[in-house]
């Protein structure tokens, strides 16, 4: 990977590279070196102390942008959240798509990133903004025209190198996403549903891999627990109910949207001591929305957006 990235190597080699591990298909430890390579090649420093919280997206369960909404719930309550994620490519509204409507700046400079971080606790970092390794290898991706391991990288290549991933997979990549923390040395939960959402979904049976010295499976009854009756209150294929849709989930007024944001922000409670059992973490983050310290959070890093783009954080 760090050869292919380099003016040396050829558009032959990088079409023959991801073609054969197509073919061959991929491991966790492959995947974890890749992501390490990728990292070095960021325009932004690690930053210490952070979690991330994001799904590999295309589900086609046309759900809201939960993991961003599960991010601010947990940076609400004390979790310092260094958000990866991109545009809408195989969904409705990616991250992106959905803190464009409050404002974000998805431009703004190290210096200012990390005083955004220090005061709301959350910062965003789109993906193609700080790597310029991902575009190195666009035209190969595109003559290629199907999925190549660049599809399943981006949960693993944030250039600040939280020390925490929460990251929600198809049950398949469930077992190689963990050996790929594993590999890296990172802490960090992998989430899965049976009905095939990269989330822990509200309608069928989730599993959460946990990573840490060693690595435990836990399994969550999503229905049971969140209660959820209606899927149009969490999906549509309209991108601007999605919006809303997530705005009354953090406000608590659609409180089965809330329901399912609290599932998806349990695991980053477990994984930074918050709470001792995912029970705990969703109820905890369930109050968090309910007493309006979710929304509250929004509002905050809205307002600081106006400060970032006139530099005056």
Do not use: W
């Not at 049976?194 to 822990?200: K, N, Q, V, Y």
């Not at 999605?242 to 705005?247: I, K, P, Q, T, V």
């Amino acid at each position: 990977m760090d050869y292919l990235c380099t003016s040396d190597a050829t558009e032959t080699e990088r079409i023959s590279f991801l073609a054969s591990l197509i073919s061959k298909g991929v491991e966790a430890q492959e995947i974890a070196g890749f992501a390490k390579s990728l990292r070095t090649k960021s325009s932004l420093p690690g930053i210490r102390g952070c979690t991330d919280i994001v799904g590999t997206g295309g589900d086609g369960m046309q759900t809201f942008n939960v993991s961003t909404c599960a991010a601010i719930v947990s940076s609400a309550m004390g979790v310092r959240i260094a958000k990866h994620g991109n545009r809408a490519v195989t969904g409705i509204m990616g991250s992106a798509d959905f803190l464009s409507r409050i404002g974000y700046n998805f431009e703004m400079p190290a210096d200012q990133a990390n005083s955004l971080l220090e005061e709301t606790g959350f910062i965003f970092i789109l993906a193609p903004m700080y790597n310029s390794a991902f575009s190195v290898f666009g035209r190969s991706r595109k003559l290629i025209g199907t999925k190549t391991v660049f599809n399943l990288l981006g949960p693993l290549t944030n250039p600040v190198d939280p020390d925490i991933s929460i990251i929600g997979c198809s049950p398949e990549l469930a077992d190689i996403y963990a050996g790929a923390l594993t590999s890296l040395g990172k802490r960090g939960a992998v989430v899965s549903s049976s009905d095939g959402m990269d989330e822990i979904s509200p309608f069928a049976e989730g599993k959460i891999i946990l990573v840490d010295d060693t690595t435990e499976t836990i399994t969550i009854n999503g229905p049971e627990l969140a209660g959820i009756t209606g899927r149009e209150n969490v999906c549509s294929p309209d991108p601007g109910r999605l919006y809303d849709l997530a705005l009354s989930g953090l406000s608590g007024e659609n409180q089965d949207a809330s329901r399912f944001i609290a599932l998806n922000s349990a695991p980053s409670l477990m994984m930074n001591g918050l709470a001792d059992s995912f029970e705990e973490g969703y109820y905890k983050s369930m109050d968090c929305i309910l007493e309006g310290r979710a929304m509250s959070r929004l509002e905050m890093i809205s307002r600081r957006m106006v400060n970032v783009k006139t530099g005056r954080i």
